[in-house]
């Protein structure tokens, strides 16, 4: 039976060619975190009106001021109107306070709470993904999206994008106003916007540009920092720690002069837009002016009308940098959405069949197996591969690196689908069973042990997250870790550091052993797992692995004759293809490869 594999989505985290220009409609993929929110958004808006609103007050509560307080009013009634309409300026002063407080409550909430689910969504969405996609992506990208990208969209959300709809309305606002209480000002100002317009376009355009190079370049200090940091040991004995120190500096330079380029166009549009919002202020006033000589308007129309232009000119000031923001997160979220976008290979059938029942191991069946990885094509790591395994049955596989015995541990999990050919467990196609279900039958001990940052029982508990401390501490007992770990200062409660740096490389392997005999599954896959121990702690993880083995099916990947004799049968693997089968002493009387990889070990021993 073949079967073709569904091609996983590109995602091109790291690029050298230029980002293409496009609009704040990259912005448009924060819908689905944006709708579940509707109430607050609602009360955001209404605030964030009513804040304008109240603004736009002032001017006309202003020019009562002047006209009825100071200028129209008798001597003697003077102060009384003044203290009048000082008391509405008062009002005013507190409504726009407790608008804005309002609006400025529920709009970092929003941003706070969208960016929390973002952040959740895109994470969630990453640990879904095969070791496909690990292959060609760097982690510190995936982490720059999360951190970077996601703090340019709150930024956006919970203060920027306000800002604009505040200002939106309140240019709008002034608009209106201007147009019907002096229209003759209003068409000279609107004459000077429009003309404003198009350059700060074209200037924005650049903008988006280099904001998206530069989010791209930074992501790339992220992904070398974190691959360098993640092998320190291997960093410091290679004495490489200058080389990567300009390497990361070498990135951060780039970075840094994508910046620069930015924020030289942002700021070559700030200053644009003032000089043109400061000309059309400077003539509404003169404008202004010459009519209050001439008698056309009074002078509390003069000052509304300069407070109306200011509201506006400040809008479209406020306007122009929020527009640099939205660009900015524009790319940020085309970036996040783009990570969304991708999808796995592997996944869940549309109709899963249950797999049977277990009782004394799993069995395992892989029926003319041909597979080669996603990344090199050309390569076949497994040819024409055919095994069956009983439930109950130990079986080792052994081989020259390469060979391809790791392969076949990887499409059990089904972190990868085979091209050709067939694999069952329990009768039941890996590709026809849900992967929660398939994987909760399996437990592996790889070679390279994974060690969290955290306590040694939470470590072991991981296999299963239910266990008692009891169960967890069985399970350490019969990996012999018991011991190590009571000795540790707080014992089961210790933090062992990050990868578990504070343990040796035997003592993280029994870790990880014990993760596997806690979770208890019918099918059991040891990896080399007894690579790091030294001839002692080896002897004691035999003795719990073959307690461990009992009543399940197991299948050991090992160079070690101690392991491998063990075995009830020996799989001799070769450039992806099973050469020979059979027991230590059948396979060492044929004088194969297994008697030629055994003299080897008897010869270095």
Not at 371 to 396: I, N
Not at 498 to 516: K, W
Not at 553 to 570: E, Y
């Amino acid at each position: 039976m073949s079967s073709t594999p569904v091609a996983s989505t590109p995602l091109p985290l790291r690029s050298d060619e230029p980002a293409k220009a496009r609009s704040v409609a990259g912005l448009r993929g924060l819908g689905p975190f944006v709708r579940p929110y509707a109430v607050p958004i609602a009360l955001a808006g209404l605030f964030l009106v009513l804040a304008a609103l109240t603004m736009l007050a002032f001017p006309w509560v202003l020019r009562a001021l002047i006209d009825q307080g100071l200028v129209g009013a008798e001597p003697g009634e003077r102060l009384v109107a003044l203290r009048e309409h000082f008391a509405w300026l008062f009002v005013v002063g507190v409504g726009l306070g407790v608008f804005s407080a309002a609006r400025f409550y529920m709009v970092s909430w929003l941003g706070e709470r969208i960016t929390a689910d973002l952040r959740t969504a895109v994470y969630g969405h990453v640990l879904r993904q095969s070791p496909e996609f690990f292959e060609t992506t760097q982690t510190g990208e995936v982490l720059s999206r999360l951190t970077t990208d996601t703090t340019l969209v709150q930024t956006v959300v919970g203060s920027s994008l306000s800002m604009g709809l505040r200002n939106t309305v309140m240019g709008l606002g002034a608009l209106v106003m201007l147009v019907i209480t002096n229209p003759q000002v209003m068409s000279y100002v609107l004459g000077i916007m429009l003309l404003a317009l198009l350059p700060a376009l074209i200037i924005g355009r650049r903008v988006r540009k280099l904001s998206r190079a530069s989010q791209d370049r930074v992501a790339d200090t992220s992904a070398i920092a974190g691959e360098v940091l993640n092998a320190m040991p291997v960093v410091q004995s290679y004495t490489a720690e200058d080389r990567e120190r300009e390497r990361f500096s070498q990135a951060t330079e780039r970075a840094f002069g994508t910046a620069v380029r930015r924020t030289r166009m942002r700021a070559l549009l700030v200053a644009f837009v003032i000089i043109a919002n400061f000309g059309a202020l400077l003539w509404s006033l003169y404008a202004g002016t010459r009519a209050v000589l001439e008698g056309h308007i009074s002078p509390g129309h003069l000052a509304q009308t300069v407070v109306l232009v200011t509201i506006l000119i400040g809008s479209v000031a406020v306007l122009s940098e929020v527009w640099g923001d939205l660009l900015r997160a524009a790319g940020a979220t085309e970036r996040l959405m783009e990570l969304l976008a991708t999808r796995s290979p592997i996944a869940d059938p549309a109709r899963p069949v249950v797999l049977p029942p277990t009782q004394g191991g799993s069995s395992v069946r892989l029926m003319g197996v041909r597979f080669h990885y996603p990344s090199r094509p050309r390569t076949l790591a497994l040819d024409d591969v055919t095994l069956d395994v009983r439930p109950g049955e130990t079986v080792a596989l052994v081989g020259p690196s390469g060979a391809g015995k790791s392969t076949v541990f990887q499409l059990l999990l089904r972190f990868y689908d085979v091209q050709q050919g067939r694999i069952e467990i329990d009768g039941v196609d890996v590709r026809e069973a849900s992967l929660a279900e398939l994987r909760s039958r399996i437990g592996i001990v790889p070679q390279d042990s994974v060690i969290f940052s955290a306590s040694a029982m939470d470590n072991i508990r991981y296999g299963r997250p239910g266990a008692s401390d009891d169960e967890v501490i069985a399970a350490a007992k019969a990996a012999h870790a018991d011991g190590f770990i009571r000795a540790l200062p707080e014992g089961y409660a210790s933090f062992l550091g990050e990868r578990g740096v504070r343990l040796s490389g035997g003592q993280r392997q029994r870790l990880s052993i014990a993760r596997a005999i806690l979770k208890n599954p019918p099918l059991l896959l040891l990896d080399e797992a007894t690579s790091a121990l030294d001839a002692e702690s080896e002897r004691m993880v035999q003795a719990a692995l073959e307690a461990a083995m009992a009543n399940r099916t197991t299948l050991v990947i090992a160079h070690r004759l101690a392991t491998v004799q063990r075995a009830d049968r020996i799989v001799v693997m070769e450039h992806g293809r099973i050469v020979e089968t059979g027991t230590h002493g059948e396979l060492v009387a044929r004088g194969g490869l297994y008697a030629q990889l055994a003299a080897l070990q008897f010869e270095s021993a």
